[in-house]
């Protein structure tokens, strides 16, 4: 294997900023933590920065997935002599985790991730289920500051709430600018999630939890009264314990399931199908 990139322009189009510094590549493969045997798949490798010593770290197992197709003839090339190697061309926010694992190990999906796919990234990966063992990503700190942001803080929003319902959040460290060529105006962290075997609460129609949070953070600036109007009482959201005077970065993940179940439970009885 060579580590030397093959001449790229990095695109804007495609958000990219490619990683150079050799101790924060070190330092991430580390926290990933593989071992030959481990089904990983790398989103966005670029020109093969963190490729390389994940190869090695996984016995030359490894998949990639990249939509840049002027990228992947320098991967083929660099890494021509690793038969174990396969790449995926196309986009992720596209691909079927779950068929691509298959009836193998779950998968072990790792990748730098540009700020414009990053969300609608992440929500597709939660809803591969027990498809997808962990991720360790690079984000811009802003989006792995929401991920990680506990009830109340001013980062709390709908992906933190969705991404804690299904997954430990752990914000590991950050990355700064000059880590990059380009280098990109903000710092960069990496994130590690791990999709709980046994979630500590459990909704009961997950998709109309994720309709109760994303109408909730609808506009923060005002109440659960006002948000979910339509949907739950303010005397009903009192009787769970809840103050609908509350605004939704306040509630916690299990009190956003204590609700959409309340409202999944009153649209099932005889009065809520007649309403």
């Given at each position: 294997?060579?580590?030397?990139?093959?001449?790229?322009?990095?695109?804007?189009?495609?958000?990219?900023?490619?990683?150079?510094?050799?101790?924060?590549?070190?330092?991430?493969?580390?926290?990933?933590?593989?071992?030959?045997?481990?089904?990983?798949?790398?989103?966005?490798?670029?020109?093969?920065?963190?490729?390389e010593?994940?190869?090695?770290?996984t016995?030359?197992?490894?998949?990639?997935?990249?939509?840049?197709?002027?990228?992947?003839?320098?991967?083929?090339?660099?890494?021509?002599?690793?038969?174990?190697?396969?790449?995926?061309?196309?986009?992720?926010?596209k691909?079927?985790?779950?068929?691509?694992?298959?009836?193998?190990?779950?998968?072990?999906?790792?990748?730098?991730?540009?700020?414009?796919?990053?969300?609608?990234?992440?929500?597709h990966?939660?809803?591969?289920?027990?498809?997808?063992?962990?991720?360790?990503?690079?984000?811009?700190?802003?989006?792995?500051?929401?991920?990680?942001?506990?009830?109340?803080?001013?980062?709390?929003?709908?992906?933190?709430?969705?991404?804690?319902?299904?997954?430990?959040v752990?914000?590991?460290?950050?990355?700064?600018?000059e880590?990059?060529?380009p280098?990109?105006?903000?710092?960069?962290?990496?994130?590690?999630?791990?999709?709980?075997?046994?979630?500590?609460?459990q909704?009961?129609?997950e998709?109309?939890?994720?309709?109760?949070?994303?109408?909730?953070?609808?506009?923060?600036?005002?109440?659960?009264r006002?948000?979910?109007?339509?949907?739950?009482?303010?005397?009903?959201?009192?009787?769970?314990?809840?103050?609908?005077?509350?605004?939704?970065?306040?509630?916690?993940?299990?009190?956003?399931?204590?609700?959409?179940?309340?409202?999944?439970?009153?649209?099932?009885?005889p009065?809520?199908?007649?309403e």
């Open positions: 294997m060579s580590s030397r990139p093959t001449a790229h322009r990095a695109r804007k189009r495609f958000g990219q900023n490619f990683l150079r510094d050799l101790g924060i590549i070190s330092r991430i493969v580390r926290s990933i933590g593989a071992r030959p045997g481990d089904r990983v798949v790398e989103i966005g490798p670029g020109q093969g920065a963190l490729t010593p994940l190869l090695v770290d016995a030359g197992r490894l998949e990639v997935i990249e939509l840049d197709r002027d990228l992947i003839p320098g991967l083929r090339v660099q890494f021509f002599d690793q038969p174990d190697f396969v790449i995926h061309e196309g986009d992720a926010l691909m079927d985790f779950v068929a691509l694992r298959g009836d193998g190990q779950p998968l072990r999906v790792v990748g730098n991730l540009p700020y414009n796919i990053s969300t609608p990234l992440i929500s990966l939660l809803r591969a289920g027990d498809a997808v063992l962990d991720m360790h990503f690079m984000l811009q700190k802003e989006v792995v500051d929401r991920l990680a942001a506990p009830p109340g803080g001013s980062e709390r929003g709908r992906l933190s709430v969705l991404a804690q319902y299904f997954c430990d752990e914000s590991l460290f950050v990355v700064p600018p880590a990059f060529v280098q990109p105006k903000v710092d960069s962290a990496i994130v590690r999630l791990t999709p709980r075997a046994q979630r500590t609460c909704a009961d129609d998709a109309l939890l994720f309709d109760v949070v994303r109408s909730a953070f609808g506009q923060r600036r005002k109440t659960l006002n948000n979910l109007k339509g949907r739950i009482e303010a005397d009903a959201l009192d009787a769970l314990g809840i103050d609908p005077s509350r605004r939704p970065q306040t509630l916690s993940v299990e009190e956003f399931v204590t609700i959409a179940n309340a409202i999944h439970a009153a649209d099932a009885s009065a809520g199908a007649s």
